[in-house]
């Protein structure tokens, strides 16, 4: 069609004023004006000048004729669309594409045939839209002058948008045929069949349908034209979203019921994908947030939650190490809530489940029959046989799996939330609440963990490179991380590191302080002040003992003879000695007292009066069940009767005993009774290390009669003169030493210790608190007491009242008779 517009925007000049509009007749010049838009329309002006329509539609505005020429205009635009133009689109529809907006299922057989019709409609429906935008395009050149003065004037749209006005009216919003549907009804349900079939896979025509929708989105509901009342905004996009809606929902129920979680978040991926894409290609962007909101409702947020507990679902992929497929659920679920609720509930479940199962088999071991007991064996390792040394119980071999267990459960879940979740926080939280859960719903959590560290600095260091050390370092700060009770754990470390460093068991004593500081760094100073301490009187110690050496030569000169003291000097609130009584035995210091002989009996003496010089008015307290001596052992017929001197190490009880056969002639033997009297070794330590002399096959340095394993009254001891061993230095293991879970009599006493520490911590933490605040109500107080305590343990609520109760009783609070709500106020 040739365009009057195409001939390029020559400067248009106002008639002379000279020129008399006077002669001008409305009609026959509307008849020309008519003629020539005819001519445009048929694509037949290529004859017209323009200049000369201007002039004509020029003078009948000028002449004060501006609103009929507008009318005639309108109603030229309005037959011409209703009567030809209409007439070729409706021409284009058939039976197949009336009954689609019947809402009845199109049969497959009938798809191509809708898909070529369809096509037609659309085509010729877009071939009309583009006609008449390029007609009026060229009508508005003509009537320029008209829009300026006129429509300005009078308040009318412009000829062009009263022109779209009509095409709205007089194409999409008239019915088909008799009875039929408006057009725009089959428009919409043409382009949703169109997009079915591209759901479904088939190739359709995305530009003719865009065509389609640019002239749904260049027509207004009215002909205010708001940005609102858009025909595709209005009419189309709320009927294609909710038969997507539709689609998408019988889509997710086909997914759940025909395939695994894994292709279903594929597929739901998918379908978002391409949606986004039709939206782009096909449809209007402004659709894309709407649609992808629908697809997520539908295939998302209301099916999650089935998804996830389906046998294919989360369980499944974690068990199967599915780290795409869980990264889908992941990806999706965030699409449609930043929090991720049913993902990190269904995360949170399985941590717990097989948390749960780890502590189940600690306890099924923990509550099986112990093993017979081990005596005690010859310490010198037989290299053919690696279980030559003490074995440990079952119990403590339960303890380090079940850590190493918990850590294994933590690196796993570690490497989900990494690789499929992207490292999200809000499942970090959720996974790390969990784990918390798993482990302080262990009651033995605080003392296996304490066994787990433990175990490492005795040998689990040993030959590591310190890239490797430090990686075992973090390990057990991670599991103490999620401890609640962490004064307990400082309890049982206590109990571990006192025997680590008085039997001299750790590897290193540069990692024990490494740890250390890693604690401090966790757990804050006051978790470690007593621990440092410790380490503090080691190197006294060492000091303490370097000087009494030297002051026992220049008191009584170098005596190659006089026994070697190495003393530990330990402060009694900082060790716990406890640690080394076995199981039920009674706390004795200073009830009994050792009869040591006369030369260990000197040195002893003489430590005390070299100690009481360098610090006055303190108190020793000799604790001989803790030490340990160096003796040499002769055995007359040891090799085919010749006699053998072996280097022997065993505990100070033990050399008390060796020592009283000394003077005892070789066929004269002791009683228990006699060695008990003699030495005045406690019953139960006495009896430990008598097993160990004698009973052990390896360190039977006494003959026992009768011979049995148990140690009972009446039971006879002589020096064992043949006995043989093929190695020099001997090690004698006492029967039940060592680190070990402890029984059920042992963890009520520390309970009970602990819980009144705890009392103390609690009433402090109270009195802190309101000699700061003064007054203070009681639910306040409560609140202020768990939020100072939490770091140390998880206070109980219960023992938090008492303690209040027990400070009123003493005078430290007193109660507020006059206040709305129970307060407190801190008496000074």
């Known amino acids: 069609m040739a365009s009057l517009a195409g001939r390029g925007r020559a400067k248009i000049r106002a008639p002379r004023r000279g020129l008399n509009g006077a002669d001008v007749d409305f009609e026959t010049t509307w008849a020309v004006l008519e003629q020539a838009f005819n001519e445009i329309h048929t694509k037949n002006a290529s004859a017209l000048s323009f200049e000369a329509l201007y002039r004509n539609a020029y003078k009948i505005v000028l002449k004060k004729k501006g609103e009929e020429l507008y009318n005639k205009v309108a109603n030229f635009e309005a037959n011409w669309l209703g009567n030809e133009v209409r007439t070729r689109i409706v021409r284009q529809l058939t039976h197949s594409l009336l009954t689609l907006t019947e809402g009845s299922s199109p049969s497959l057989a009938g798809s191509v045939e809708r898909k070529v019709a369809g096509e037609s409609f659309l085509r010729t429906l877009k071939q009309a839209w583009e006609d008449h935008q390029i007609c009026m395009g060229m009508l508005t050149d003509v009537l320029m002058y008209m829009d300026r003065v006129y429509c300005t004037d009078h308040r009318q749209p412009s000829i062009y948008a009263k022109a779209m006005g009509l095409f709205r009216d007089q194409i999409l919003r008239s019915p088909a045929r008799q009875g039929s549907p408006d057009l725009i009804n089959i428009l919409t349900s043409v382009i949703l069949d169109q997009i079915q079939m591209g759901r479904d896979g088939e190739d359709i025509d995305q530009y003719l349908i865009k065509s389609n929708v640019f002239m749904l989105e260049g027509l207004y509901e009215s002909d205010q034209e708001a940005e609102d009342e858009k025909l595709y905004l209005q009419l189309f996009e709320p009927v294609f979203l909710a038969a997507s809606a539709v689609f ?255 039997l001299k068991k750790s590897v290193s004593i540069e990692v024990e302080k490494q740890m250390i500081s890693r604690m401090k760094i966790e757990l804050g100073n006051s978790f470690t002040l007593k621990l440092e301490a410790m380490f503090k009187d080691m190197t006294l110690s060492e000091e303490l003992t370097a000087g009494y050496r030297d002051y026992a030569v220049k008191t009584s000169g170098a005596d190659p003879k006089r026994v070697d003291l190495t003393i530990n000097v330990l402060t009694a609130m900082t060790w716990p000695l406890e640690a080394f009584r076995s199981g039920g035995e009674e706390e004795r210091e200073g009830r009994t007292q050792i009869n040591f002989p006369g030369s260990i009996e000197r040195i002893k003496t003489g430590f005390e009066k070299f100690y009481s010089e360098k610090h006055n008015g303190r108190k020793l307290t000799w604790q001989t069940n803790m030490g340990d001596a160096d003796i040499k052992a002769t055995f007359p017929r040891s090799r085919n009767g010749r006699p053998m001197t072996h280097d022997i190490n065993c505990s100070t009880y033990a050399m008390l005993i060796l020592l009283l056969f000394n003077d005892l002639p070789a066929d004269k033997s002791l009683t228990v009774e006699e060695i008990q009297a003699m030495t005045n070794i406690p019953d139960n330590d006495l009896k430990r290390n008598l097993q160990s002399l004698a009973v052990a096959p390896k360190t039977r340095f006494l003959v026992k009669e009768p011979m049995s394993r148990e140690i009972k009254p009446g039971d006879k001891f002589r020096y064992n003169e043949d006995f043989s061993s093929k190695v020099i230095k001997i090690k004698v293991n006492v029967v039940s030493a060592g680190n070990r879970v402890e029984g059920d009599r042992e963890r009520k006493e520390t309970e009970k210790k602990n819980n009144d520490s705890r009392s103390f911590a609690i009433e402090a933490a109270v009195v802190r608190i309101m000699k700061q605040r003064k007054q203070l109500s009681h639910s306040q107080l409560l609140t202020e007491t768990i939020d100072q305590l939490k770091a140390q343990f998880k206070p109980d609520v219960g023992m938090i009242k008492k303690r209040i109760e027990s400070l009123i009783e003493r005078e430290y609070l007193e109660r507020m008779d006059d206040a709305p709500v129970p307060s407190y106020r801190y008496l000074a």
């Open 248 to 502: 998408y929902r019988q889509e997710g129920e086909r997914l759940l019921k025909e395939s695994d979680a894994g292709t279903y978040c594929k597929e739901a991926k998918r379908r978002i994908v391409e949606e986004t894409d039709r939206c782009r290609s096909t449809l209007s962007e402004s659709t894309t947030p709407k649609i992808q909101a629908v697809v997520e409702d539908e295939l998302i947020r209301n099916k999650m939650k089935g998804l996830i507990e389906t046998e294919s679902g989360v369980k499944y992929m974690v068990d199967n190490d599915k780290f795409y497929e869980l990264g889908l659920v992941f990806e999706l679920e965030a699409r449609v809530d930043a929090r991720k609720p049913e993902l990190t509930k269904a995360m949170q479940q399985i941590i717990v489940d097989m948390g749960t199962q780890i502590n189940d088999a600690a306890v099924a071991v923990s509550q099986a029959p112990p093993p017979a007991p081990l005596a005690a064996e010859d310490g010198e390792q037989d290299k053919s046989r690696p279980n030559a040394t003490k074995q440990i119980n079952q119990q403590t071999v339960a303890a380090l799996k079940w850590v190493e267990d918990i850590l294994a459960l933590k690196a796993r879940f570690d490497n989900i939330w990494k690789t499929a979740f992207a490292s999200d926080q809000t499942v970090s939280t959720a996974l790390t609440r969990s784990m918390s859960d798993v482990i302080n719903t262990f009651s033995r959590g605080s003392e296996y963990i304490s066994l787990f560290i433990d175990e490492n600095m005795k040998k689990g260091i040993k030959d590591k490179t310190e890239a490797e050390i430090d990686d075992t370092l973090e390990q057990a700060i991670i599991t103490l991380r999620y401890l609640q009770d962490k004064d307990i754990f400082e309890t049982y470390y206590k109990k571990h590191l006192c025997k680590r460093l008085l």
